[in-house]
């Protein structure tokens, strides 16, 4: 089973900084990994799939790199909205199996 | 546009059961493996199993194995997973998913 660890657990920033988390794979998951935003009580959002591809509707301050077993999600200036639990998570096409990292909350300084 | 509609959530007891559907629509359901995830309440994200696109193969987390079943309807579109001996540590929103897109969830409640 390939184990997902995000980095930092939390993250205090205020708006308009740089925000940069991390997600490391315990074994190479290629390009196959998508980052999502949860807010309280809501689904999901997907942010950025295939490692690097921003979603539909997702603003440019969202970008996603990294291939292998190391990849970054950076917001480039937080907006009061961004401020929230993401969770990077991980796909194999045999086994169809995923896994997710426990999750970076990002919260206001 | 890829649509995954879950339904079949509520409230029941301990030991019960509960039969979740998903719809979907906007892609070719027959040609994708197809995955159930959870959230409990205050928590992460949790697999809890997965279905190869002809239904031919299946997977389970431990923590689920035994009790709950994986299925697929092609002709209908339509996911399912068949819930038993719940228990209260399966509270969550259950959400269906196909690659990169989720669902909305729906709500089990295991309490008496």
């Known amino acids: 089973e390939i184990v997902l660890t995000q980095s930092p657990a939390t993250l205090s920033l205020s708006p308009g900084e740089r925000a940069t988390l991390s997600c490391r794979a315990s074994q190479s998951v290629s390009s196959y990994l998508a980052w999502y935003q949860q807010k309280p009580g809501q689904a999901p959002r997907l942010l950025i799939y295939?490692?690097?591809n921003r979603a539909t509707g997702i603003p440019a301050r969202f970008s996603g790199s990294g291939s292998g077993t190391d990849f970054t999600l950076t917001i480039s200036s937080l907006e009061p909205e961004d401020f929230a639990v993401y969770y990077c998570h991980q796909r194999s096409n045999w086994p169809p199996l995923i896994t997710f990292g426990q999750g970076t909350r990002l919260e206001i300084k | 546009e890829v649509q995954l509609v879950e339904s079949g959530g509520g409230l029941v007891q301990p030991g019960g059961s509960l039969r979740l559907s998903c719809s979907a629509s906007g892609f070719t359901f027959s040609s994708y493996a197809m995955h159930w995830v959870r959230q409990a309440p205050g928590k992460g994200l949790e697999y809890v199993s997965a279905?190869?696109?002809?239904?031919?193969?299946?997977y389970y987390a431990d923590s689920v194995k035994g009790r709950f079943t994986i299925s697929r309807d092609n002709s209908k579109n339509t996911l399912y997973l068949q819930m038993s001996s719940l228990r209260a540590e399966d509270t969550a929103a259950y959400y269906c998913?196909?690659?990169?897109?989720w669902g909305q969830g729906t709500l089990v409640t295991v309490s008496s």
């Open positions: 279905i190869s696109s002809n239904g031919g193969s299946t």
């Open positions: 998913v196909k690659d990169w897109s």
């Open positions: 295939d490692a690097s």
